[in-house]
């Protein structure tokens, strides 16, 4: 509980207790809600010093704590929000298409390091094409400004509401490939998980128009994400000027802060996979490949993990959907 009241789990006879610091009564009884507080609380505090340290600031940098963090003082909000009144946070996770736009829109997307959106969690609302591809839309739209994104992770439905196997249109396809290739200049994004976003050949060997020099990393950006004469630099490049072009797998390519690349369930086949060794060699950082759940022959994953760098893990052999038409 956020205030300088703190909830214990409970007192003489079992009455759950709420003890104030400041003179008063030290003892009231707590409603359900804040001994659920007290209980997690102590149960955090139990926790290894070095995972609380660690787990605590992650945990606190999420929309909704540090939303509840700011509605406690105006002191809190002045120093949370920007000059446009946008909340600085750290991660965000979002589960509902119709909350992607709002989210993006009332955060400052430059001070954001995790975005997640899982469009397929349990409860959620069964969402038209459109809607469906207007969030991936706002997502790939934001990229560009994110420069401190260390994890993205994109997860979409396999069906529409109107039970069509989704397929992203081209003109979301080429947003969300310049949304990528926008990201290499920042030179921070270490995982990249795409979920259910069918990748046919065709769509990763496509030429999208990007504004020139947008795969091109920051001098300061690796070392410092914070707004300047760099990030200007980009900003201005990505807002016009000349053009040129890039395929998705060229995108990629261009992420070489990559760690992790996870693409399960994306429809990708044996021709399209014969396209990525070039492309996941020249990624140095690279630990671990997903490919699970895809349409990929044991020749094919062989293959791939013989064009691997040594080190690098290789997901999904044994465990691949095979699909006959």
């Known amino acids: 509980q956020v205030g300088p009241m703190v909830t214990l789990p409970a007192g003489p006879g079992g009455m759950p207790l709420s003890w104030n610091p400041a003179p008063g009564p030290v003892a009231e009884p707590a409603a359900p809600s804040e001994l659920a507080t007290g209980v997690a609380v102590c149960k955090l505090l139990a926790l290894p010093r070095e995972v609380f340290v660690d787990s605590l600031p992650k945990l606190l940098s999420g929309a909704a704590s540090l939303a509840s963090l700011a509605s406690t003082s ?11 009144g946008r909340l ?13 736009e709002e989210g993006l829109a009332k955060i400052k997307i430059g001070a954001l390091e995790e975005l997640r959106v899982d469009l397929t969690c349990p409860g959620s609302q069964t969402l038209t094409r459109l809607e469906i591809e207007r969030a991936v839309r706002h997502v790939a739209d934001a990229l560009p400004h994110a420069r401190s994104l260390t994890v ?20 979301v396809w080429e947003a969300l490939t310049r949304g990528l290739a926008s990201l290499a200049q920042y030179g921070r994004l270490r995982t990249l998980e795409l979920s259910t976003v069918a990748i046919k050949e065709s769509q990763a060997t496509r030429a999208v128009k ?19 004469s760099g990030a200007t630099a980009a900003a201005s490049t990505a807002a016009g000027g000349v053009e040129s072009s890039l395929t998705f797998l060229q995108a990629l390519g261009s992420l070489d802060s990559l760690e992790e690349l996870s693409l399960v369930q994306n429809e990708l086949f044996t021709s399209t996979a014969q396209l990525f060794p070039p492309v996941l060699m020249g990624l140095a950082r690279l630990k671990r490949v997903d490919l699970t759940r895809n349409y990929l ?14 080190g690098v893990e290789l997901r999904g052999e044994g465990q691949q959907t095979f699909f006959f038409y």
């Open 74 to 84: 105006q002191q809190l909000v002045e120093e949370l929000r920007d000059s446009e």
């Open 88 to 100: 600085r946070v750290g991660s965000l996770a979002v589960c509902r298409a119709s909350a992607v």
């Open 152 to 171: 993205l992770a994109l997860k979409l439905p396999s069906f529409d509401s109107s039970l069509d196997r989704l397929r992203l249109s081209s003109d």
């Open 210 to 228: 990007v504004p020139e020099g947008c795969c091109r990393r920051l001098r300061r950006a690796a070392s410092s994400p914070e707004e300047g």
């Open 297 to 310: 022959s044991k020749q094919a994953m062989q293959a791939l993990r013989d064009a691997l760098p040594k």
